[in-house]
């Protein structure tokens, strides 16, 4: 219903998902890239922007930390769909886990230019409240050894430190040029 209000009014808009229901509303969504009154301050040239969401590529572990997402192959495959509908579309890595899913960063630009992204973007993981008991649990769980580790990247505030958070873009940054994907969205 919200894609309809926003075609109606001739917004442009960027949809941010781990689902593949985004595959039900395609043709809602050209016709807002079609009909979009795009923002000349903004700079862009398409009135639908597709991003699928991912932390990791490893079916297993997103079993553990996305267990109702759909796995990571079906969203590849739904952008590849959205892709073949001739969309503007590319991949969110975030969160990017630390220690777990950030050692895979290489594989996962090398994915996203297999599948035709149109672009790339990462961004690390951030631990607020009941949040952080709840992932601290699940890495007591699965990952014991990573605890220590996570309680001293995370010790002061909710995200990992700048110096963490920069590394990983310039990584990021780095592989995307190596693979020839754009990074970030404009």
């Known amino acids: 219903k919200c894609l309809e209000v926003i075609a109606k009014f001739k917004f442009p808009v960027h949809c941010l998902t781990k689902s593949t229901l985004i595959l039900r509303d395609l043709d809602l969504l050209e016709e807002i890239d079609k009909n979009a009154i795009l923002p000349q301050d903004l700079k862009i040239e398409h009135g639908t922007l597709i991003t699928l969401s991912f932390s990791t590529l490893d079916e297993k572990i997103a079993k553990i930390f996305e267990p109702n997402a759909p796995k990571p192959r079906e969203r590849l495959e739904a952008l590849q769909k959205v892709k073949e509908s ?101």
């Open 86 to 186: 001739g969309f503007y579309a590319g991949i969110a890595y975030i969160p990017v886990l630390p220690f777990i899913s950030d050692g895979q960063l290489e594989e996962m630009i090398k994915t996203a230019k297999e599948f035709n992204a149109d672009y790339v973007f990462v961004g690390a993981l951030t631990l607020h409240g009941i949040g952080k008991d709840l992932y601290y649990k699940v890495l007591e769980k699965y990952f014991p050894e990573l605890l220590p580790k996570y309680k001293q990247l995370f010790e002061r505030i909710n995200q990992p430190s700048k110096r963490y958070q920069l590394k990983l873009e310039e990584k990021a940054k780095k592989l995307c040029e190596r693979f020839g994907v754009k990074y970030k969205m404009l």
